[in-house]
T-cell receptor, first 114, second 112 residues
Framework: SQTIHQWPATLVQPVGSPLSLECTVEGTSNPNLYWYRQAAGRGLQLLFYSVGIGQISSEVPQNLSASRPQDRQFILSSKKLLLSDSGFYLC?????????????FGPGTRLTVT | AQSVTQPDIHITVSEGASLELRCNYSYGATPYLFWYVQSPGQGLQLLLKYFSGDTLVQGIKGFEAEFKRSQSSFNLRKPSVHWSDAAEYFCAVGGGDYKLSFGAGTTVTVRA
């Protein structure tokens, strides 16, 4: 069966520091991968998605970037964090080729920028 | 582009009572529709999905949803709510472009 992991689970970082969040999927090949942010009291905002290694689509221009160095690994990064980057970050995957089909979510990373 | 509206931000229901959460979508073709549930501090769990066929869809945890094309709706229901159903619920629509659009969510509080 497939499993999705995110780490770290929680993170407290000062303004201006770098960020690296990691997402890994097990039990499948060539998944579509997604990064979402959920701010307090708000819904899900799609940040990036990837349909293959090195293929990244950005949905919202911002202080963040994403990379997919391996088939089942998706990384969210920032060079300098802003206070507004605080939130709950969720990674999700779908099986390859099933555009629009259900997404399966990881447990999330709670980021607090101080 | 597709979009979803969940008109109710917060619903309070008594344990054992029925629950209905509203979802309206906007999409030009036949949509893929989903309901997810999120407990505090957790990821989202898929409750049920509609792709085609029978418009009444059964999901996990005793939930069901009905697709009504004429009303552009996909409302979620549960006949008898348990205290463990207290959570946030998200409706989502997909249209074949690798992306889902989520509603703002409805928070459900269950009172004893």
């Amino acid at each position: 069966s497939q499993t999705i992991h995110q780490w770290p689970a929680t993170l407290v970082q000062p303004v201006g520091s770098p960020l690296s969040l990691e997402c890994t999927v097990e039990g499948t090949s060539n998944p579509n991968l997604y990064w979402y942010r959920q701010a307090a009291g708000r819904g899900l905002q799609l940040l990036f998605y990837s349909v293959g290694i090195g293929q990244i689509s950005s949905e919202v221009p911002q202080n963040l970037s994403a990379s997919r160095p391996q088939d089942r690994q998706f990384i969210l990064s920032s060079k300098k964090l802003l206070l507004s980057d605080s939130g709950f970050y969720l990674c999700a995957w779908t099986p390859p080729g099933l555009a629009g089909y259900e997404q399966y979510f990881g447990p999330g990373t709670r980021l607090t920028v101080t | 582009a597709q979009s979803v509206t969940q008109p109710d931000i917060h619903i309070t229901v008594s344990e054992g009572a029925s629950l209905e959460l509203r979802c309206n979508y906007s999409y030009g073709a036949t949509p893929y529709l989903f309901w997810y549930v999120q407990s505090p501090g957790q990821g989202l769990q898929l409750l049920l999905k509609y792709f085609s066929g029978d418009t009444l869809v059964q999901g996990i945890k005793g939930f069901e949803a009905e697709f009504k094309r004429s009303q552009s709706s996909f409302n979620l229901r549960k006949p008898s709510v348990h205290w463990s159903d207290a959570a946030e619920y998200f409706c989502a629509v997909g249209g074949g472009d690798y992306k889902l659009s989520f509603g703002a969510g409805t928070t459900v509080t269950v009172r004893a």
